[in-house]
C-alpha cells in the first residue's frame, strides 16, 4: 500500500537486469527432437482435420516449448534455492512453466478456486479421464457441486473449504432485503442481448424494480446509450455498476436473472431465487437446473413468467459450503 506508480516503475526498471541476468542460466534449454517430432505430428493431425495449412507456425511452436523449458527450470531452481515445500496459486492453467518447475523440485501444488469450473472449462475438464503434467496436485473447491459438474484429471485431490469472501463482502453493506428487487447480472459475452429482456421484464412487471448490474469488463457509459435508445425507458428499471459491490446488491434482492457465472451461484447462496435464461453459454448452468435449483427461460414471456416464479435453492451449502476456520 502507498507504493506511487513511479516507485513500481523504478523497482520494475532494476529488477529487469537481475532477471535477464538470471535466466542466461538457463539458456542450454533447447528444445529436443522428441518435442519437435510431437509437435510435427499434433500440427499434421489438426491440419488434416481442420482442413488448414499450420505449417508456417511450426517455428513458433517451437519457440514456445524452449521457452517453456528455460522458464520451468528457471521456476525449478529458484524454489529449491528458497526451499519451497508448497506452493499456493489460482488459474494455474495460466502458469504452465511454474507448475512443471514446481513439480520438478518436487514442491506440492495447491490451487485455490477462484471462479467458475465446469464440464466446459477447457482448463480443468478431462472428460476421458487424462492425467495432466500441467495440473495442480490438489485443488480447492468453495462446495462439492465443482467437483460433481467437472471431470478433472484423475490425479487431482480436491478438497471443500467453503467461500467466505461472500457473505464478508455482502455483510459490507447492510441492505435489507428488497422482496420486489430483481438483479439481471450481465457479462461481456451475452451483455447486449440480456439487456432488452430486463428492460422488457421491467415492462411487463411495473411492480417490480429491475436492476441490470453490469460486469466489471463492461462500460456503463455504453450501456446508457443503449438504454437512451429505447422510446420509453420504464421507470422501475436501473443501471448497476461497481457500488454497492454485487454480493451486497444480490443479498439484498429477491431474484435474480442471469446466464451462466460464478456470481448466480453467489447470489443462491445469499438467499436469492435464480433464473437462468438461454442465451448462448446457459449449458453452464444444467446441472443447477437439472437440480431445481433454477428455472430456465427461453422466450421473452417465460423470463417474465420465471420471475414470478422462481424458486430457491434448496441446498445452497452444495456450492458454497461453510468455510473451515483452519486450512493448514
Known amino acids: 500500500d502507498g507504493i506511487r506508480d513511479r516507485d513500481v516503475t523504478g523497482v520494475q526498471t532494476c529488477a529487469l537486469p537481475i532477471y535477464r541476468s538470471w535466466m542466461k542460466k538457463f539458456q542450454q534449454q533447447e528444445i529436443t527432437q522428441a518435442d519437435r517430432d510431437k509437435i510435427s505430428e499434433v500440427t499434421r493431425v489438426l491440419s488434416q482435420r481442420l482442413s488448414v495449412d499450420l505449417s508456417e507456425f511450426v517455428d513458433s511452436f517451437e519457440h514456445r516449448v524452449t521457452v517453456l523449458a528455460r522458464q520451468s527450470a528457471s521456476y525449478a531452481r529458484f524454489f529449491e534455492l528458497a526451499k519451497t515445500r508448497r506452493l499456493f496459486l489460482t488459474d494455474s492453467y495460466f502458469s504452465t512453466a511454474l507448475l512443471a518447475g514446481a513439480r520438478a523440485a518436487g514442491v506440492r501444488i495447491i490451487e485455490l478456486q477462484h471462479g467458475f469450473i465446469s464440464r466446459y472449462h477447457l482448463g480443468y475438464s478431462y472428460p476421458r479421464g487424462q492425467i495432466s503434467p500441467y495440473m495442480a496436485d490438489e485443488l480447492w473447491t468453495f462446495g462439492k457441486y465443482w467437483k460433481d459438474e467437472t471431470p478433472f484429471p484423475t490425479t487431482l485431490k480436491t478438497r471443500i473449504i467453503g467461500a467466505p469472501y461472500v457473505q464478508k463482502l455482502a455483510s459490507s453493506f447492510k441492505n435489507e432485503r428488497v422482496s420486489n428487487r430483481v438483479v439481471f447480472t450481465s457479462q461481456g459475452a451475452i451483455g447486449e442481448q440480456l439487456l432488452p429482456l430486463a428492460v422488457a421484464a421491467a415492462r411487463a412487471l411495473p411492480e417490480k424494480q429491475i436492476v441490470f448490474r453490469l460486469h466489471p469488463s463492461e462500460s456503463l457509459s455504453d450501456f446508457e446509450r443503449m438504454v437512451a435508445a429505447e422510446s420509453d425507458r420504464p421507470t422501475n428499471f436501473e443501471l448497476s455498476a461497481r457500488e454497492p459491490n454485487v454480493f451486497a446488491l ?57 420471475i414470478r416464479t422462481a424458486r430457491e435453492c434448496k441446498d445452497p451449502s452444495y456450492y458454497y459450503a461453510k468455510p473451515h476456520r483452519r486450512l493448514l
Not at 435464461?277 to 414471456?301: C, H, N, W
Request: proline content about 2%; hydrophobic content about 45%.
Open 250 to 306: 444480490l443479498a439484498s434482492a429477491d431474484t435474480q436473472v442471469g446466464v451462466f457465472s460464478t456470481t448466480l451461484l453467489e447470489g443462491m447462496a445469499l438467499g436469492c431465487k435464480t433464473a437462468i435464461v438461454a442465451l448462448p453459454g446457459f449449458e453452464y448452468m444444467q446441472r443447477v437446473v437439472e437440480r431445481g435449483d433454477a428455472s430456465i427461460a427461453k422466450t421473452e414471456a417465460d423470463v417474465v413468467e420465471c
